[in-house]
């Protein structure tokens, strides 16, 4: 597993009620894999330029890998030079939850998945400055994607 960043991710609540999606530690074990249930449950990070999707350029919608929920659209990403899938939004206002994270001696602003809690990564106001000005940058583990038909 490459996780970067921590070799003890912060703990993740998960059972919080807050989310309309909720599920036992086993039961997300037992539906992500163990690089996605890190990241996912755990808040790890994946090392730069090692996840499925920060050079994925087809088109279609990107969905939270723990309830589905669509997230972000192949038209709003770009490449950051992060090494992490990037969009300058997400879609839709409510789909993405925003919380300061001030671990690692930061303050950041983590984005986890409205509906079920997932964490996503981090949105940073170094975007694209003709667009929103925000840099989404997200997980391939917390993400799934489906092409356009």
């Given at each position: 597993?490459?996780?970067?960043?921590?070799?003890?991710?912060?703990?993740?609540?998960?059972?919080?009620?807050?989310?309309?999606?909720?599920?036992t530690e086993a039961e997300w074990r037992a539906q992500l894999d163990p690089m996605q249930f890190q990241v996912a449950r755990k808040a790890a990070t994946?090392?730069?330029?090692?996840?499925?999707?920060?050079?994925?350029?087809?088109?279609?919608?990107?969905?939270?890998?723990?309830?589905?929920?669509?997230?972000?659209?192949?038209?709003?990403?770009?490449?950051?030079?992060?090494?992490?899938?990037?969009?300058?939004?997400?879609?839709?206002?409510?789909?993405?939850?925003?919380?300061?994270?001030?671990?690692?001696?930061?303050?950041?602003?983590?984005?986890?998945?409205?509906?079920?809690?997932?964490?996503?990564?981090?949105?940073?106001?170094?975007?694209?400055?003709?667009?929103?000005?925000?840099?989404?940058?997200?997980?391939?583990?917390?993400?799934?994607?489906?092409?356009?038909?």
């Amino acid at each position: 597993m490459k996780l970067f960043g921590h070799d003890q991710p912060e703990p993740h609540p998960q059972d919080d009620p807050r989310y309309p999606v909720r599920k036992t530690e086993a039961e997300w074990r037992a539906q992500l894999d163990p690089m996605q249930f890190q990241v996912a449950r755990k808040a790890a990070t994946e090392r730069p330029f090692t996840g499925k999707y920060w050079d994925h350029w087809a088109d279609g919608a990107y969905h939270c890998v723990g309830c589905g929920q669509m997230l972000f659209e192949s038209e709003h990403k770009f490449d950051a030079g992060c090494g992490w899938p990037s969009w300058t939004q997400e879609l839709g206002e409510g789909r993405v939850e925003r919380i300061t994270d001030t671990s690692h001696g930061m303050v950041r602003v983590e984005v986890r998945c409205a509906a079920c809690g997932t964490h996503l990564g981090h949105v940073f106001p170094d975007g694209p400055r003709e667009t929103t000005g925000e840099r989404y940058c997200i997980n391939s583990a917390a993400i799934d994607f489906t092409p356009r038909s």
